[in-house]
């Protein structure tokens, strides 16, 4: 395998470098993929009472009070008169800038419609920006020129870099105490808390679009070969592939283009109970985290995917390529992929679908543990106008609202984030009708998150996940083995991790 720990830093991370550079300038206290896909069709039968239109009214709000946010959040440098008494002639333009597309776009746009019509004091205005990582790069470069939007959607992978910027941006949990919003990290269901939360178990960023991988299977591939229900196990899932190739279905699996490295290191990990990197995954700390890789839970689970793929029973292109059609056009019979994309496969496959928790390690005590969110949170920037901020702090809270929430999860493959809107979901009897939704939902809650189960906190998280890609591909096309493929891919990691460290370890 290439060695590329000598290469440079991709734009992000140099870009996040100046973003550091710039919050110090400021005064702050510290320094700080793959598209989207866009879902199918929008969801039939939903529950229509709990989810029509006119209930997606804005939240009331209280004025804002005289307490100022503690820190250095720019909005305690005094509120102006606008914004306390809420006077103005036209609204207060607010940007957010968003990978969403497609069908996807328009169900958050019709959020923001819903939001800009409820009240007349501020209007949103949501911008595609391109794919989660361009949003990222995208809004590093605004802040450096004092151009940011007022919230950014910052992807999963994003949030260490954007977290450790202090000064970058305002807390949301901050934001909501300003202007009295109800807010508390135990209104977010576990997986979406845990994966946000600081070790003060207070939100910085909004939990927004979350997904987690489960596991899709064509009924009718399985059943035909005798096959009733899909794999508890990944030894069930080896011998089913046995199976399926015996008669004549020769991909049994494949997994997210893009994300295989979510799907099968770091979802595997927490799913299963084991230690992605030290430091738990790095929520205790920056300076001398270190992947854990390179440890007989990886090298036999990418072993297993090796084996299978050499006998064509896995099928994986690369980050670049979608690996969608290769299960909706019948090519493979199961597929580790997001929740995310339910809506997309649903409109898309000719077969009846089932859709399963990932498979566990068998013998494994720990397993099944908890899996983590995907997708991405909503994050308020430092640098605007102190008027804008309770209009962020509105139209977040606005998002989180039960009737908000269970429209987006309705209308997508994403889970409802707040425990308030599975419960609206619940009783409008969404479930019943729409089981496959709920096994995202199951896998996110199944246990308490451990302490190394909460999430992935890594800097530079995509570069990592570049250098993983590279391995997987190594070992699936033959060129390596399972355990020098992770050896020099945690080696690779872990050298980026000490950059991360030296940039933002103070």
């Avoid at 109800?182 to 209104?187: G, H, K, L, Q």
């Avoid at 390529?321 to 649903?346: N, R």
């Avoid at 920037?381 to 509105?394: H, R, V």
Wanted: proline residues 6%.
């Amino acid at each position: 395998m290439k060695d590329l720990r000598a290469r440079p830093r991709t734009t992000v991370a140099a870009a996040a470098a100046g973003l550091s550079l710039l919050a110090v300038a400021c005064g702050s206290s510290a320094a700080a993929s793959a598209s989207t896909a866009a879902p199918g069709a929008p969801r039939d039968a939903r529950p229509a009472s709990a989810l029509a239109a006119s209930s997606l009214a804005a939240p009331g709000s209280t004025e804002a009070g005289s307490t100022a946010l503690a820190g250095t959040s720019p909005i305690t440098r005094g509120a102006s008169a606008s914004e306390t008494s809420g006077a103005s002639s036209a609204p207060e333009d607010l940007t957010i800038w968003t990978a969403f597309s497609g069908t996807l776009g328009a169900t958050f746009d019709h959020l923001v419609t819903a939001f800009n019509s409820s009240q007349h004091a501020y209007h949103v205005v949501a911008v595609y920006k391109g794919s989660y990582s361009q949003v990222l790069a995208d809004t590093i470069a605004a802040f450096r020129a004092h151009a940011a939007p007022n919230i950014a959607q910052i992807f999963d992978a994003g949030t260490a870099t954007i977290m450790d910027a202090k000064g970058t941006y305002v807390p949301v949990h901050e934001l909501m105490a300003r202007y009295h919003l109800p807010f508390s990290t135990a209104d977010f269901i576990g997986g979406a808390a845990s994966y946000y939360e600081t070790a003060a178990d207070q939100l910085d960023s909004l939990p927004f679009n979350s997904s987690t991988p489960v596991l899709y299977y064509n009924k009718a591939e399985l059943a035909h070969a005798g096959i009733m229900a899909a794999p508890h196990t990944w030894t069930e899932l080896a011998a089913d592939a046995a199976t399926l190739a015996a008669h004549g279905q020769r991909c049994s699996l494949t997994s997210s283009g893009a994300y295989v490295m979510w799907t099968d290191l770091e979802q595997y990990a927490v799913w299963n109970g084991y230690h992605y990197a030290t430091e738990d995954n790095g929520y205790g700390g920056i300076k001398g985290v270190k992947l854990q890789i390179d440890s007989p839970p990886f090298i036999s689970h990418l072993a297993l995917l090796g084996n299978l793929a050499r006998k064509g029973g896995y099928i994986w292109n690369g980050v670049a390529t979608s690996t969608v059609p290769l299960f909706t056009k019948g090519t493979c019979a199961m597929y580790e992929q997001s929740s995310a994309d339910l809506t997309t496969i649903e409109a898309a496959a000719k077969f009846p679908l089932g859709v399963a928790e990932l498979p566990v390690v068998a013998g494994d005590k720990a397993a099944p543990q908890n899996t983590v969110v995907g997708g991405a949170s909503l994050w308020t920037l430092a640098g605007a106008a102190p008027a804008s901020y309770k209009g962020d702090a509105l139209f977040l809270h606005y998002l989180m609202s039960p009737p908000a929430q269970a429209y987006w999860a309705s209308h997508t493959g994403y889970v409802p984030v707040t425990n308030a809107a599975a419960a609206l979901l619940n009783s409008e009897h969404f479930y019943k009708t729409h089981p496959s939704d709920l096994v995202a939902v199951e896998e996110l809650t199944n246990k308490p998150p451990l302490p190394y189960t909460r999430g992935i906190r890594l800097g530079y998280l995509p570069e990592v996940r570049e250098d993983e890609a590279s391995a997987i591909a190594e070992v699936l096309s033959g060129k390596e083995t399972a355990a020098h493929a992770l050896a020099v891919a945690q080696a690779q990691g872990d050298t980026i991790l000490r950059q991360f460290a030296a940039q933002y370890g103070g």
